[in-house]
C-alpha cells in the first residue's frame, strides 16, 4: 500500500537549534516526493521536491531510497520556520498526492 | 502568481442540507482537487478531475460529488450534510505531469461546520 509516515505531531526546538522532520513512505516504483508548508492563516505551499534538490528557506531533504525516507532538514531553526510541515508522495507519472499526517515545528525565542 | 479561490472561508450548515463548495482557478489548469484537512489526519483526496465533466473519486469520496462545467471551476457537493463532514475543505488545482510547472497550488481552504 501507498503510504506516508510522519511520526511526530509535533516538534519543538529553540531558535539556532537544528531540525529534522522526519518522513518514511511506503511504494514499490519511483516515487516523487515533497515537502508542503502551511504557515498560521496562511494556504498550503509547496516548500520543496525532491526532484529540484534546492535548499528553500534554508531547508533540504534527500531522498533515501534505501531507507524510504525523505526527512526534512534546516542547522538552524527560525522563529519563523513555525508551521505545519507535511511530507506527501506522488506515485510515478500521476497527478494524486498523498500526504503524511503532518508534523506541527514549533521554533521558541 | 497562480490564484485559487474558494467562494467561503467560513460556512455553517444544518444536517441533511445540501452544501455547494466552489473553487475557482485562473492559471488554465487542467487538473483540479477537493482535499479535506483533518488534525491527526493530515489531508485526503475526496475526488479529482483531468478535464471538463470529468472526474475520478479520491481516497474517500463517500457521501460527496462533484461538478466541472468549466475548466476553471470544480464544486464540491454535499448531498446531505452530516456532522462527520465537519472539516477543513481545500481546492487545489495544477497543470498534468510533464509540464514545465506542474506544482499543485492551493486554495485558503473553507471550514465547514455541520450542527
Known amino acids: 500500500a501507498q503510504r506516508v509516515t510522519q511520526p511526530e505531531k509535533l516538534l519543538s526546538v529553540f531558535k539556532g537549534a537544528p531540525v529534522e522532520l522526519k518522513c518514511n513512505y511506503s511504494y514499490s516504483g519511483s516515487p516523487e516526493l515533497f515537502w508542503y508548508v502551511q504557515y498560521s492563516r496562511q494556504r498550503l505551499q509547496l516548500l520543496l521536491r525532491?526532484?529540484s534538490r534546492e535548499s528553500i528557506k534554508g531547508f533540504t531533504a534527500d531522498l533515501n531510497k534505501g531507507e524510504t525516507s525523505f526527512h526534512l532538514k534546516k542547522p538552524f531553526a527560525q522563529e519563523e520556520d513555525s508551521a505545519m510541515y507535511y511530507c506527501?508522495?506522488?506515485?510515478?507519472?500521476?497527478?494524486?498526492?498523498?500526504f503524511g499526517t503532518g508534523t506541527r515545528l514549533q521554533v521558541f525565542p | 502568481d497562480v490564484k485559487v479561490t474558494q467562494s467561503s472561508r467560513y460556512l455553517v450548515k444544518r444536517t441533511g442540507e445540501k452544501v455547494f463548495l466552489e473553487c475557482v482557478q485562473d492559471m488554465d489548469h487542467e487538473n483540479m482537487f477537493w482535499y479535506r484537512q483533518d488534525p491527526g489526519l493530515g489531508l485526503r483526496l475526496i475526488y479529482f478531475s483531468y478535464d471538463v465533466k470529468m472526474k475520478e473519486k479520491g481516497d474517500i469520496p463517500e457521501g460527496y460529488s462533484v461538478s466541472r462545467e468549466k475548466k476553471e471551476r470544480f464544486s464540491l457537493i454535499l448531498e446531505s450534510a452530516s456532522t462527520n463532514q465537519t472539516s477543513m475543505y481545500l481546492c487545489?488545482?495544477?497543470?498534468?505531469?510533464?509540464?514545465?510547472?506542474?506544482?499543485?497550488?492551493f486554495g485558503p481552504g473553507t471550514r465547514l461546520t455541520v450542527l
Open positions: 525532491h526532484i
Open positions: 506527501a508522495l506522488a506515485p510515478y507519472n500521476t497527478d494524486k498526492l498523498i
Open positions: 487545489a488545482s495544477k497543470h498534468p505531469p510533464g509540464h514545465r510547472t506542474d506544482t499543485q497550488y
